[in-house]
Every structure is written in C-alpha cells, then in structure tokens.
C-alpha cells in the first residue's frame, strides 16, 4: 500500500474519520504507521520528549531530526512535520525558506503551522509553491505566552466569529485541513459544517473530520492528563515494573542466565602423527 498523500486525507472529509496520531521516533512511527491515517511529528516533542515547560524552544533542527526518523520508519501514513514558534512568522519569505528545508531534508508529506486569518498570506505563499499545510487554530500552544496559559476557546458565543473566520482563511488559502485545538464542542462542530477541508479535532469534538491525541498522553508516558486526553494503556507503569524485577535480579544476580551471555568457540584439536 502506497503512503496516504494530503489528497488522500481531504478526501476522507465526511466519509470516514481521520485517524492521526503524534509520533517522534522511529519506534513509534513504527508501531503506528498501520493504525494512523495521518502522524504528526509535533513540536509538543519539547514538552514530552525534552522536558520543556512550552513548546516555544524547540528548534528547526530537532523538527527535521525527528521528522527524518518518522518518515524513515513509516511507508504508509501521511507524515506532517510542525513548524516550530519562530521559523515562519517573520515573512512569507522565510517561511517558504524553512518549510521547503523540512520538506527535502525529511521527504514528509505537509508542514504544519499555527494561526488563522494572521496566517493567511503565509499558507497561500507556501501552497501556492508547492508545500502542503495543515493549520492549527483555537489552542495555540504557541501562544502560550500572549494568552497567559492553556485556554479553551470559544465557551462564550460572542468569541465563535474569530474562529470561525480562521478556519475559512485557511481553507481560503489552501490549507489541505486544520487542527481545531482546545475550543468549546458546538463551537468545533460549527467550523467542521462550514469549512470544506477536514476538521482535525484534540481536545474539540466527536463531530470533527478526524481525531489527534499525543501518543505519549495515550499510553500513559507523561504526567498531565487534561479533560481531553484518554489513556488507553499505562505503559509508563508497565516500564515501571520491569525495572523493578529487572533491578532486582541484578542485585540478586538471577539475570543474566546462561541464556543471554555467550559460550566460547570450540577449538579444534588436530592430532600429531
Ligand atoms: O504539537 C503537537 O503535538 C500538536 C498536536 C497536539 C495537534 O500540535
């Protein structure tokens, strides 16, 4: 089966819900590549995997790794890599500049980027030239800074307009489908009814094209659990334990049997005449 392309994935809209998935290693992409239309390599890695308060560090270089590790361990899912906090805001200039750098140096599928209207010349600048966007509106991790911590948009009706103006900018400007993060449900399946690309929900609503967790809050290997997240297995735990037993049986000296070291060679004794 040949790798699902961001044509493949707006097609999906309103026919069958988008499976996404965040992947940062080549491990992971492994083990999901088969159960996810879509991976993101996030840039919540900052967060997950380098222990950063926000994502606003992260930088180009670490995106184009982790990018590269995912898309070499995957050959079915459409891989769509984070622009990181400020690699593309400045200008449509730079923005082309560093978006086709992820785009040759990891060969993933789309980049995606965080804003609406604000963010409208750029995603027309990068489609019109052949790069592929996924927006991300609502919950801008971000701008985590500017809105003073993690908020949930659109609880109050009179907010809904902005973000609905958002989605339609981007399906304006070309984006092939968005991230709907943090907003109030009725509010999620409003832009999901008006827009023409696929919703992506995290945190949103059942209502949306697809959905997004961060595989780490699914399966149990980070601390926060917000309201949205659910975790399907505690592999943190599982890990956990064999720790424990494997600390023991060193300090017991039970591991390693004879099973996992290695013997000598057989020498071959000739006999004189
Ligand atoms: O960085 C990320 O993992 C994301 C998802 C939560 C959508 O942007």
Redesign the pocket.
């Known amino acids: 089966m040949k790798r699902k392309s961001v044509i493949d994935i707006k097609e999906m809209k309103s026919k069958t819900p988008i499976v996404c998935l965040?992947a940062y290693t080549a491990t992971i992409g492994r083990v999901l590549d088969e159960e996810a239309d879509l991976l993101?390599v996030?840039?919540?890695l900052g967060m997950v995997l380098y222990d950063h308060e926000n994502?606003l560090s992260v930088t180009l270089q670490q995106m184009i790794n982790h990018s590269q590790a995912v898309v070499r361990s995957t050959s079915r899912a459409c891989i769509v890599t984070?622009m990181p906090f400020g690699t593309y805001e400045e200008s449509v200039d730079v923005a082309f500049k560093n978006a086709a750098k992820v785009m040759k140096e990891t060969h993933c599928s789309a980049i995606?980027i965080e804003g609406g209207q604000n963010m409208f010349d750029t995603v027309k600048y990068l489609t019109g030239r052949g790069i592929p966007v996924m927006g991300?509106i609502g919950l801008q991790?971000q701008s985590v800074l500017v809105d003073g911590g993690y908020k949930i948009k659109g609880r109050n009706k009179f907010d809904w307009a902005k973000f609905i103006d958002d989605a339609k900018a981007l399906e304006e400007a070309g984006a092939f489908s968005v991230?709907l993060?943090g907003m109030a449900e009725p509010l999620a399946a409003e832009i999901t009814e008006l827009v023409s690309i696929p919703t992506i929900g995290?945190g949103a609503s059942s209502k949306c094209d697809g959905q997004?967790l961060?595989t780490e809050d699914m399966v149990g290997l980070t601390d926060i659990s917000p309201k949205f997240v659910k975790q399907y297995i505690n592999i943190g735990e599982l890990i956990k334990d064999a720790a424990v037993q494997y600390r023991k049986e060193v300090i017991s000296r039970e591991f390693p049997t004879k099973n996992h070291v290695y013997g000598m060679t057989p020498t071959i004794v000739k006999k004189e005449k």
């Open positions: 965040t993101l996030g840039d919540s994502t984070d995606k991300h991790p991230v993060e995290i997004i961060v």
